[in-house]
Structures are given as structure tokens and as C-alpha cells.
């Protein structure tokens, strides 16, 4: 048997298109040499090498029906994810992965599934929605529920009316208005109760700031979703990925290895904890 | 199957026994005597060792003596640990090369010389079982690690002195050896100064087998009194950490005691304990690049979870105070690290209480910690 390549060292990906989402996201295309498919699950990450400039954990936001095709949204934030956002269409970037323990997509079939998500937390969330409307009949009723800072800060407009229309409820929310918006202004765990789920059947799926997903879990738990299936995606300093620098360490978890999805049940006890 | 032997190595065949092991390949790292401190370093002869020195350890404080005999392993560890050996401080990853289709990887495989360890110490052994653990065990064993390790003879050696801040007894990791080690000596200074020597592994064996005049069976006297150094050094070990079966379980209900603010007070964040711990492992991986910007390198390093940087994410370091990071440190080695590898993370070798420039206890705070709760003042409610 061949050995596994060295988890450590990044290999080539050619960046195919990029596209400009938000003031401060882009969404680029990848592909690896000779367009071999990178096989991911939901919710996992890649290590990102802008060369010479550093290396970050970026979700995974692709198709998984399209190994070969690798999406990743980014947000430039600091000076690696700046300089992956501003990777050209042609420009190379180094990439190791896919890493970590990623959304109970599997678990999720027979139930319904809830999906609530707050400003780039939608990107990893992303797999999960396109792999649900892939295999629709598999699960019960669906809904995403979005919250954005101001409309312009949403990601994927283009997609929300289709996954609507393909069988997911779609709701949305700003914390600021501009005169265009309609739709609800205010935090995302006030459209809960608009989801329609049952929450005793229903694996929940969160991803956003901290703050948001503590509040978001403690809502669904006081409204009878099941703390084993609410689902958090945390984020952490990750370094190696693989479960040898201990940076992403959180309590008694290393979240590259364990992680970045946990369930509610496994953090509740944790994220009191100031500073862990 | 006959029972492994059990030898008799005079002082003065010392230097035939490091023959046979380098005429076998190795290349002998051993403590030598270096700035004041015992440290580990190349030792070709037995006369590299420190001969008639021990050492003095407390919180806070290292200092060498003299002894009154002329024993070569009598001290407890110092501020090297075999980790020096096995999980570098600073290693090379790969470089890269700017190429016209992106970049070029070049990565050398792991290497490692044969090298033999000379006065392994019970803790130490457990400490490298530790390490196996946490750097082979899990989803993606280090190879750089792997490497060394399986190019490594261990020769351990049973402690005749406690250190002032040992605890291993207490961990149940020494100060006898109970495995682990391709051969493990037994320092007898009297009636005549010579090695009882215990052969544990097939290596160990070959080792032996080259001598050139094999030593004899130790008598029964001698095993006896091997068995009764070990005994004395742990029955003059004077620090232990209480209690250590409920210790994992119970300092996870700790995150808010006040204890921690108090130690926060002492701690420099100097991050001095990580680095000599046997244990600890946190690397940081880094990029460097040259001035062409065309050649690219990543480099491992050893990290500390003392460093503010260590839990950097956007926003801002996840802890910010020195009252997290200790916090961070002792649970992790006594608690979490059972969670995260099923095995505790300290060995008792007492090296971070030594090496602590404000001499922090790390068996003081845990009994701090554990300790019942004290009345309120003022009395009853």
C-alpha cells in the first residue's frame, strides 16, 4: 500500500475563478493538478498557503457531488486571508487538507434539519444545504435560518431563491436595514420560532460568531431541540491541522482532530468558561 | 524462554560497555556536566560523566555539589529532557521554489543517526511513553518524530537520589524502572562501585553480546541491594501531588476558583516550564521567506501556551490573561490531557517547580485547588 501523501506538505491549487461577494469576501474556485478530486465532508477545512505569507483554516463551501471543483469564501481579515482573497484567476495557492470532523449530514437523514447561520458562518454551511437538496426526499422539512449585519453583508443572494424553490424554507435577517430591505431586521434567534421544524425530530446545524451560536443553542434548547443534535462549528487558532501543535486546543478537545463541529451537549459546559 | 539476565558491570568496565554500544552503531548522548547544570550531551568516554556531583533542586532554585564518593549518576534530572532529541526545538518542514505552474516543494524524508540515551530515568522513560502517545497514537503520527524514535537506544538508569522537587513516586512513574528501556543500570556504590544491569529488549542483548569478556551473573546480595536503592529514593522523595486518581475529574470543576487569580500574581508567563517539561509538545508552525521573495521555507518550533500569541484569532488572543494561561497549562497536563490522549500529562519529574524563576509549586496549586472549600469569613452565614 502507498503511503498517504505527508499531511504536512501543501500541494497545488490553481485558482479557476473569483468572485467579489461582499465589501470584504471573496469566493474562489480551485483545482488541483491535473484536476484530481479532493473528497470532503461538509463542515471540514483546508490549510491555505498564499506563498510566502502564512497559512489559514478555510472552510470547505463547495459542492461535495464535485470533489474536483474546490470553493472556498473567504473573508480578508488579516494579512494571509488578504492575500488568498486577492488570489487572480491563474495565481497558485498551496493547499493541505481536508481536515477535521464536519456536519452530522449522515446522522441528519429522517430528520428534519435546521440550519442557522450569522454573516460568513454560512460558507461552511454551504456543503450541507447543497448535499440536503441533492438528496431532498432523505430528509424531513428543512429550513436556514441567515442573519447578516446589513444586506449588503450577505453571502450567496443568488442562491437563497433557489434553494427555496428546490424544498429549503428561507429566512433572513439584518441587524441594519438599508430602504431596499423588506425583510425582518434583528438577531437570528428571534426568527426560531418562524422555523418550521419539529424540534424533537430536528438536527440543528449552527455556524457564526460565538456569541451568536451560544445564543442560538441556548434558544433551541429552551425550545426543545435536543442539546446531542444542536451542532457548533467553533473556530480556534489552528496551525498543523493535524492534531500535533495543540493551538486549537479548547478545554479537553483539540478542534482540528475533535472538532470544528461539536455538539450543544459537549459545549454547553465549556463556553462558560471565560478564556478557555 | 529463560528470564532476561541479570549482570554484574564493574565501574571500571563502564567504558567497555560504551565501546560495545558505539562498535553497535550509536552515537551516545548522556548528562555532562555544562555551565553548572547536568545537561545532555554527546558522551563518548565514562569519564564525561558527572563523576562525584549532585545536584540541589527546590522551588525556584538549582545548584551542583560535590558528593562525598565519586558515584556517576548521582543527581535527579535537569533542565534537558530527552524531548531535546526526539521533538527537536526548531525543525525544518520542507522550502519551496516559485516555479512558472506556482511552486515546487522539496522535502527531504526524515532522517535520524542511531543514538543511544545514557541515564534514562524511570520519569523520563515515561515521559517518551507520553510523547508516543500524543505525537504516534493519534490520526496523523509525526514522522520527524517517528523517525528519531525508532533510531533511539534507551539506557536507562534507576534513581539512587530524590531531587528536591521529584514526585514521581506519587505519578506511579518511578523512580524504578518498570520497563521501556533496552537496558537499565543499577548504580551500586559499595562494597565495590559497579552496575547492576538488567537486559530488557533484543537490542539490549546485541549490546551485551559484544563485550569482549561478558560480565557475570549478579549475585543475590547485589540484586537486593538494587532493589533497596530504588526503595530508599522513594522513600525519601518529599513532594507528592494528592491524590492523583481523582485530580483529572475533579480540577475540571475549578475554571472559576479564586486559586487561579492568586498564582497569576506569581506567574511571569516566562513559559520556562513548557520548555523544560518532558511532555509538552506545542510547536508553532511558521513561514520564513528570503529577500527575492522566490524561496520559501516552514519551519516547527516549540510553542508555549504561555505566549499570548498561542490562541491568536481574528479579534484578538483567546487568553489574554496570565490568570487563563496558567490556568490553560496545569489543567491541561493534569486533566484535559487524559481527555485529549488518555493519559496524563505529567510524570512527577518536577523540572517545571525547579526551573520557575518564581518557584512555583505545581503540586502546591493543585492541593490549593482540590482543597475543601475554607468558611467563609466572618463565620456562618
Known amino acids: 500500500m502507498a503511503l498517504a501523501p505527508d499531511p504536512m506538505l501543501p500541494r497545488r491549487a490553481r485558482v479557476l475563478a473569483s468572485r467579489q461577494d461582499t465589501r470584504d469576501t471573496w469566493t474562489l474556485e480551485l483545482e488541483l493538478d491535473g484536476a484530481a478530486p479532493l473528497p470532503f465532508a461538509p463542515g471540514q477545512f483546508n490549510m491555505l498557503w498564499p506563498f510566502g505569507v502564512g497559512e489559514a483554516p478555510i472552510s470547505i463551501c463547495g459542492d461535495p457531488a464535485e470533489p474536483a471543483r474546490i470553493v472556498h469564501t473567504v473573508r480578508a481579515v488579516g494579512a494571509v486571508s488578504q492575500a488568498i482573497a486577492a488570489a487572480a484567476p491563474g495565481a497558485v495557492l498551496g493547499l493541505r487538507g481536508p481536515f477535521g470532523h464536519g456536519w452530522p449530514t449522515v446522522q441528519a437523514i429522517g430528520h428534519d434539519v435546521l ?36 444586506p449588503a453583508d450577505a453571502l450567496y443572494g443568488h442562491e437563497l431563491d433557489a434553494w427555496r424553490a428546490r424544498g429549503l424554507q428561507v429566512l433572513t435577517t439584518v441587524d441594519v436595514a438599508d430602504r431596499a430591505w423588506t425583510g425582518a431586521v434583528g438577531v437570528v434567534t428571534r426568527l426560531i420560532p418562524r422555523a418550521e421544524v419539529d424540534p424533537a425530530r430536528t438536527v440543528a446545524m449552527v455556524c457564526g460568531p460565538d456569541v451568536m451560536m451560544r445564543f442560538t443553542a441556548q434558544e433551541l434548547t429552551a425550545r426543545g431541540f435536543p442539546a446531542a443534535r444542536v451542532h457548533l462549528s467553533l473556530e480556534r487558532n489552528m ?38 | 524462554m529463560t528470564a532476561p539476565p541479570t ?20 552515537t551516545v548522548l548522556g548528562p555532562t556536566v555544562r555551565e553548572e547544570a547536568i545537561v545532555y550531551d554527546r558522551v563518548d568516554r565514562a569519564a564525561d560523566l558527572p563523576a562525584g556531583w549532585t545536584d540541589v533542586q527546590a522551588p525556584g532554585r538549582y545548584r551542583l ?13 535537569g533542565p534537558h529532557s530527552w524531548k531535546r532529541a526526539l521533538h527537536p526545538a526548531d525543525v525544518r518542514l520542507w522550502r519551496a521554489s516559485r516555479t512558472a505552474d506556482g511552486f515546487a516543494v522539496d522535502d527531504a524524508p526524515p532522517a535520524a543517526e542511531r543514538t543511544a540515551f545514557l541515564g534514562v530515568r524511570a520519569c523520563e522513560l515515561a515521559a517518551i511513553a507520553i510523547q508516543d502517545r500524543v505525537l504516534l497514537d493519534g490520526p496523523y503520527p509525526d514522522p520527524i518524530y517517528r523517525a528519531r524514535r525508532e533510531a533511539t537506544l534507551l539506557i536507562a538508569v534507576q534513581c539512587g537520589t530524590a531531587g528536591g522537587t521529584c514526585f514521581c513516586a506519587s505519578m506511579n512513574t518511578g523512580p524504578g524502572v518498570t520497563g521501556g528501556a533496552d537496558l537499565t543500570l543499577t548504580e551500586l556504590l559499595e562494597p565495590a562501585h559497579a552496575f547492576v544491569v538488567e537486559v530488557g529488549s533484543p537490542r539490549g542483548a546485541a549490546i551485551v553480546a559484544r563485550l569482549a569478556s561478558p560480565p557475570p551473573p549478579a549475585t543475590e546480595p547485589e540484586r ?13 522523595m518529599g513532594r507528592t501531588l494528592d491524590d492523583p486518581a481523582r485530580v483529572p475529574a475533579a480540577l475540571q470543576e475549578t475554571y472559576d476558583h479564586p486559586r487561579w487569580d492568586d498564582v497569576a500574581q506569581r506567574c511571569l508567563t516566562c513559559a520556562n516550564c513548557t520548555m523544560v517539561c518532558p511532555t509538552c509538545f506545542c510547536t508553532q508552525v511558521s513561514d520564513t521567506t528570503d529577500l527575492t521573495g522566490d524561496h520559501a521555507e516552514r519551519w516547527r ?15 484578538g488572543s483567546v487568553r489574554q490573561t496570565a490568570r ?30 525547579t526551573w520557575c524563576p518564581v518557584g512555583i509549586d505545581i503540586t502546591e496549586e493543585v492541593r490549593a485547588l482540590l482543597a475543601p472549600a475554607a468558611p467563609a469569613p466572618g463565620g456562618a452565614q
Open chain 2, 7 to 26: 549482570l554484574r558491570l564493574a565501574r571500571a568496565d563502564l567504558d567497555a560497555l560504551l565501546d560495545a554500544v558505539r562498535a553497535d552503531g550509536w
Open chain 2, 301 to 315: 518550533r516549540w510553542d508555549s501556551c504561555f505566549t499570548l500569541e498561542f490562541t491568536h484569532v481574528h479579534g
Open chain 2, 324 to 353: 487563563s494561561r496558567y490556568r490553560q497549562w496545569l489543567t491541561h497536563k493534569l486533566s484535559t490531557w487524559h481527555d485529549q490522549f488518555g493519559t496524563s500529562g505529567c510524570v512527577g519529574c518536577g523540572r517545571c517547580i
Open chain 1, 115 to 150: 440550519i442557522v447561520a450569522g454573516g460568513i458562518g454560512l460558507a461552511p454551511l454551504r456543503p450541507v444545504i447543497l448535499e440536503l437538496l441533492a438528496h431532498r426526499g432523505q430528509y424531513g422539512r428543512a429550513a436556514l435560518l441567515y442573519g447578516a449585519r446589513t
Open chain 2, 224 to 236: 537486593a541491594a538494587a532493589g533497596a536503592v530504588v526503595a530508599r529514593t522513594a522513600a525519601s
Open chain 1, 239 to 276: 496551525r498543523c491541522a493535524v492534531a500535533l501543535c495543540g493551538h486549537c486546543q479548547y478545554g479537553p478537545t483539540l478542534l482540528c482532530r475533535d472538532g470544528p463541529v461539536l455538539t450543544w451537549e459537549r459545549l454547553r459546559p465549556l463556553t462558560s468558561v471565560r478564556e478557555l
Open chain 2, 65 to 77: 555539589e560535590r558528593r562525598a564518593d565519586e558515584a556517576l549518576f548521582g543527581y535527579a534530572v
